[in-house]
């Protein structure tokens, strides 16, 4: 137990000392300046209301791991926030971005962070979920800084990501199921993932919350004049991803499915992501249509086929939600856009995959020295018989002996 | 099914075909006007929380059609836009409106679509719900051109009616209520439409999501300046709608009622609309008052009546929430705004509900061709025993024998 | 039921009269300076989804008490912000604030109202909730005169409370729980507080909107340019106390609890509230972490502890949410804030607690009257077999012979 606050003070600490240099530095730009500023921020309070709500709600689709969905949801917002601006904060010196440039860029990270958890949900101690925010941001910022700011010089011209189809849901995606691959265990297998009416109808607002703030999320660091634009095709893609939805899981299940209705209406939103300022509304309309097929396919018919292939679990389906409509994103701008590199684009789009498998494999073995839950998908008030030894061990981050 | 399929692409062909044109004719503006469309903008993220979290959850209080009603909110809300959007660019060359503009004006015609779809909630198939959408946005136009646009040469003067009461929430209650008339089965009749605990706090949840953001929906289109005092109006007309409703609910019921609270609230909104900009507060509360009083006499009185005599069902009660409180703001203009043509405004009024009574009863019509459910209010789910014979029916748009 | 019409009538007649003359003494304002506005009308917006969303569904923890938790909200917002509004519009006169400012002053009105029928939910009549909110606003008018504006001269320098720690925090919860220790019944106290699955996860709904929208409530009235440092600022808080708030309810129970998930989690955001756009990120994070710490350790040893020793009833917790992290927040500007007046800072402190304490001491005295429920917790669905009498006793505000 010291041991756990000794890992909170540090963490404090070490957020305090940096944090509290920045704001000083800060001017207060003309009138118009701070009037888009504001704006700015308040596509920031949409984002959040998509972490919080959005992701959150979207994952209480688990009928008896709610509570601990929001809870992990809660704690892996308020872990890598800080995490992130600190590193900003600390490395961006001398950059001209604003703060509130620099909140955005952390909610995304946030963002790629509970894609990265869905793979993963009601399979972690709470604790470990903050360890793998821990251990995800530094390498989400890695992946950022090489693909976006050409980092390492390993990309020399420009890769296309307005939304972040790549960076943000792609890796995340990808690093989840990598983490997943290192630590699902027989008895997960073997545990059927149930929902209920109610559940369902959670999640089904979680989707919505994030089908209605999506806009702000890819316009989120657009140029005023360009936000309109960005918007409509946005809302056209998720339009077109939400109709492709319901005819496909009709043709392919032969039925509807809240599940396919809850997370594949979104794909479109995924897939948008890339040229979501760039291209023209019957393209972002179609790359909609597009990504709702893939994804509603990948929910039908991949889903339970790669279960039962590789015995490992995707709780959330994020491979068929981020992970290929991120992809297919990423692609669809070489047909997109005019004067587009193509080697930059698929280079960045190589090194993703890679950085964020080879990095979710590593953080994995790490997650798993604390331990497993013996019963998975179950709230943790069902522990209370035996809480005070099961949830200490849940907080001790480096614990090598889980209770 | 191969017909689906010809008739989804039909619809995305003709969509892709001529949206495809449009960014190109944008300029980005000046900053000052770039900050304001930005600013519309964000009020039209609030209206579409309000189409899909409002509309949506408002409907969840039917407790076995949760489900279906949310998805049927997002097909709906994913036809109509796209459509008026399409219809916008093909019409609206040569028009000043910015691209916001347009997704805002969209925005308008999907709510009235959810508003008509209230009174049929459960008793359509899922694919009829896409049918109803694609019958309505061309009429809803009709009627938007000819009451607001001048369209036709019908009306001379100016319609008062900057938030809709008349144009959107009356029109699309009336379309709604004709469409019932045209196809209501004496099963239907007979079934109860059940609630409980937990639908009622869905319910409490669309309905105020929908409250919140009123004042945006309002306040759309309106010049900046003008932004604050229609605002204030339209928040001070709730504030009148929801006091009253509750005294209207224990005097006529002689207890309070869950569905009372969760739709007579809203009425203060809806009847606001005609004059949200021009009314000053005092008189705003008023209105605010009248529409609760009327709104909770015709869910608690007039509702049950109507239905034993017609023997139609309008399951959300649309009629009392967006159909009398609408006429109401409508005629309301006449008293509070000054210079306004009585005539032209009546005209309106009438035009409005001739031509939307005209048109459901033919869109009813039309969706009966593709047959009716078998069970009403009964989710998706309950069907998937015969769900691949079922389901194939429903996405077969004009199959004349449905399964 | 004659007298409770007649005091409707009277409540609109004043609010009628007095309102309809303000509007036009409003001038549009430059361009700049009415974006400006709008851009505080989308923050009055936000706050407007704390107080219904986020107040209204954080209360739906009680059990059976859901419906009627969501009621009264309603209600409390309805008449406070009308209220509240009228008075502004009264004294407010030659007072350079725009529309727009006002009513988001009134929201503040409305929030803290609702922070204090928290302490004595779910056992008061619904007419009851009605009246204390008559009987709040002049009080919270008065405590902000004197504290913030140098009513009567007993403060001669400035209080520092940019997000209402003090006034708004501080100031509901010892008002509410005053009013809960003039009522709490023996029945009361021997009536367990029940809640599930479902109504938690109600619950930590309201607690995320309440979290996401924070910053908007920290930052409506503040200029443009200091909006991003003051969000980055209860962004960081609210991080920092929802991560205390995990260790320190294993901690100190051995377990997690859903009510601490859903309550401390946002004490940060009511501490940072005196400082929120003077602190530096740090200072904020840090002020989250120990406000967090602090509420959780109300919630989790001092709630039974005081329970127990006072036999009275806080069903919210409102003095560990609000309250203690309020003073807090008070109290930490004196640490944060150069140069700021500690003896006016402190007498601001005092006054508003003594304040509040006698004034809710008296309105409890006042709501007595009209007498009690018998039944605590229990929706008003459940009175159904003897509603009309029943609930004709809630609606008739000054009986003295409660049915």
Same mark, same amino acid.
């Given at each position: 137990?010291?041991?756990?606050?000794?890992?909170m /003070?540090?963490?404090?600490?070490?957020?305090?000392g940096?944090?509290g240099?920045t704001?000083?530095a800060?001017?207060?730009?003309?009138t118009?300046?701070a009037?888009?500023?504001v704006?700015?921020?308040?596509r920031a309070?949409?984002?959040?209301?998509?972490?919080?709500?959005?992701f959150g709600?979207?994952?209480?689709f688990?009928?008896?791991y709610?509570r601990?969905a929001?809870?992990a949801t809660?704690l892996?917002v308020?872990v890598? +926030?800080p995490?992130?601006?600190?590193?900003e904060s600390?490395y961006g +010196?001398g950059v001209?971005?604003? %703060?509130i440039?620099k909140?955005?860029?952390?909610?995304f990270?946030?963002a790629?962070?509970l894609i990265?958890?869905g793979?993963v949900l009601?399979r972690l101690?709470?604790?470990?979920?903050?360890?793998?925010g821990?251990?995800?941001v530094?390498?989400?910022?890695?992946n950022?800084?090489?693909v /976006?700011?050409? =980092?390492l010089?390993l990309?020399?011209g420009k890769?296309?990501?307005?939304?972040g189809? +790549?960076v943000?849901?792609a890796?995340?995606?990808?690093f989840?199921?990598?983490?997943a691959a290192?630590?699902t265990?027989?008895?997960e297998?073997?545990?059927?993932? $149930?929902?209920? $009416?109610? *559940?369902?109808r959670?999640?089904l607002?979680? *989707?919505?919350?994030l089908w209605v703030?999506?806009?702000?999320?890819?316009?989120?660091?657009?140029?005023p004049?360009?936000v309109?634009?960005?918007a409509?095709?946005v809302i056209?893609a998720?339009? =077109?991803?939400t109709?492709?939805?319901y005819?496909?899981s009709?043709?392919l299940r032969?039925?509807?499915s809240?599940a396919?209705i809850?997370?594949?209406?979104?794909a479109?939103g995924v897939a948008?992501?890339?040229?979501?300022?760039?291209?023209?509304p019957g393209?972002a309309? *179609?790359?909609?249509i597009?990504?709702g097929?893939v994804?509603?396919f990948?929910?039908a018919?991949i889903?339970?086929?790669?279960?039962d292939?590789?015995?490992?679990?995707?709780?959330c389906?994020?491979l068929?939600?981020h992970?290929?409509?991120g992809?297919?994103g990423?692609i669809a701008?070489l047909?997109?856009?005019s004067? %587009?590199?193509f080697?930059?684009?698929l280079?960045?789009?190589l090194?993703?995959?890679?950085?964020?498998a080879c990095?979710g494999?590593i953080? =994995?073995?790490?997650?798993?020295v604390?331990?497993?839950?013996?019963e998975?998908?179950v709230?943790y008030?069902e522990? $209370? =018989?035996?809480?005070?030894e099961?949830e200490d061990?849940?907080?001790c981050?480096?614990?090598?002996?889980?209770?």
């Open positions: 137990m010291k041991s756990c606050t000794k890992y /003070l540090l963490l404090s600490a070490l957020i305090l940096v944090c240099v704001h000083a800060e001017t207060a730009g003309t118009l300046e009037l888009s500023d704006q700015k921020y308040e309070i949409h984002i959040m209301a998509m972490l919080l709500v959005g709600f979207l994952m209480v688990v009928k008896k709610g601990s929001l809870t809660y892996l308020s890598s +926030i995490l992130y601006y600190l590193k600390f +010196i001209s971005e604003g %703060i440039d909140m955005i860029l952390a909610e990270a946030a790629s962070l990265c958890a793979a009601g101690k709470m604790g470990q979920y903050i360890l793998l821990v251990l995800f530094p390498f989400y910022s890695l950022e800084w090489i /976006l700011n050409g =980092g010089g990309i020399s890769v296309v990501d307005t939304g189809s +790549i943000i849901h890796f995340g995606a990808i989840g199921l990598a983490v290192s630590m265990t027989q008895r297998y073997k545990t059927p993932i $149930e929902c209920d $009416e109610t *559940s369902d959670y999640s607002l979680g *989707s919505m919350v703030f999506w806009p702000s999320f890819c316009a989120a660091l657009v140029a004049a360009d309109p634009r960005t409509v095709n056209l998720l339009c =077109g991803s109709i492709a939805t005819f496909a009709v043709k032969g039925k509807i809240a396919d809850a997370n594949a209406t979104l479109g948008i992501g890339s040229t979501c300022n760039l291209a023209v393209t309309f *179609s790359i909609g597009l990504a097929v994804s509603t990948g929910f018919i889903q339970s086929w790669l279960t292939t590789t015995k490992k679990i995707d709780t389906g994020v068929y939600l992970g290929l409509p992809v297919l990423g701008a047909f997109v856009v004067g %587009i590199s080697g930059s684009q280079a960045g789009i090194i993703t995959v890679v950085l964020a990095s494999l953080s =994995g073995k790490v997650i798993a604390m331990g497993r839950r013996l998975p998908y709230d008030e522990f $209370e =018989g035996e809480a005070s099961q061990g849940q907080t981050i480096v614990a090598t002996d889980p209770v």
